[in-house]
Each structure stands twice: as structure tokens, then as C-alpha cells.
């Protein structure tokens, strides 16, 4: 009995770091999202901005006129 105690402390030892492992890779991976969000806010708010700044000859666009 006392060896089948001591194997499940051992097993619930091993949960609880698997839990909280487990947890700290969510926080993590929350914080990467959150992050990559962001940026990708601030990137498509700069393409705009980008292409406002642009010539058509920096873009590489030739305007012909229609004669």
C-alpha cells in the first residue's frame, strides 16, 4: 500500500509539471500571437502609406496617353 502511495505522489508530481509547463508555453504563445498581431497591424497600415509615397516610376508603371 505505502509503495502504491508513493507512486501516485510521484505521478501527481508529474502532472502538475506537465500542467504547468503546459501553461507556461499558452502564455508564451499568447504573448507571440499578440505580438505578430500587432505587427502585422503596423505593417498594413504602412503599405498604404508606402505606396501613397511612391511614383509610378518607383513602382515601375508606365503611363501611356491615349492619343
Do not use: F, W
Amino acid at each position: 500500500m505505502k509503495e502504491r502511495d508513493e507512486e501516485i505522489q510521484i505521478c501527481t508530481r508529474e502532472l502538475y509539471a506537465l500542467v504547468d509547463s503546459v501553461s507556461k508555453y499558452k502564455e508564451y504563445m499568447a504573448s507571440k500571437i499578440s505580438e505578430m498581431k500587432s505587427n502585422l497591424s503596423e505593417t498594413a497600415g504602412a503599405v498604404p502609406d508606402s505606396y501613397k509615397s511612391s511614383s509610378p516610376v518607383q513602382l515601375g508603371i508606365t503611363v501611356e496617353a491615349n492619343h
